[in-house]
């Protein structure tokens, strides 16, 4: 089975909350916004917040992210992984 792989530049996205394209355009609603750092008395800076896929196991794969991103800090990559003993493919 090839699924997809989503990888980030974080050097290119550095203000996902600010531009928010692709989680606004994945209709998978596979990434997030969340802070690199917590502070104990006081909110995360929108500065250090950064884009994460932690619901990548429903990307598709349509590229809509890649296509949408202002800066290109979207890549999709496709892997193969064996499918898992238990499946027979009767869809
Ligand atoms: S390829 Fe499509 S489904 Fe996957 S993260 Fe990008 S927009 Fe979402
Ligand atoms: S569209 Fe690109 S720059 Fe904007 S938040 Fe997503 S990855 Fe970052």
Known sequence: ???PVINID????TAPLNC???LKACPQA????KPARVYK?????EEEYILTAPYWP????CQECVKRCPTG???ISYREVPTSGGE???G
């Open 73 to 75: 800090a979207i890549t």
């Open 30 to 33: 596979v990434f997030k916004a």
């Open 88 to 90: 027979n493919g009767n």
């Open 41 to 45: 008395f006081r909110e995360t800076p």
């Open 20 to 22: 928010a394209i692709c």
């Open 1 to 3: 089975m090839i699924v």
């Open 58 to 61: 429903s990307c598709t794969g």
């Open 10 to 13: 974080r050097e290119k996205c």
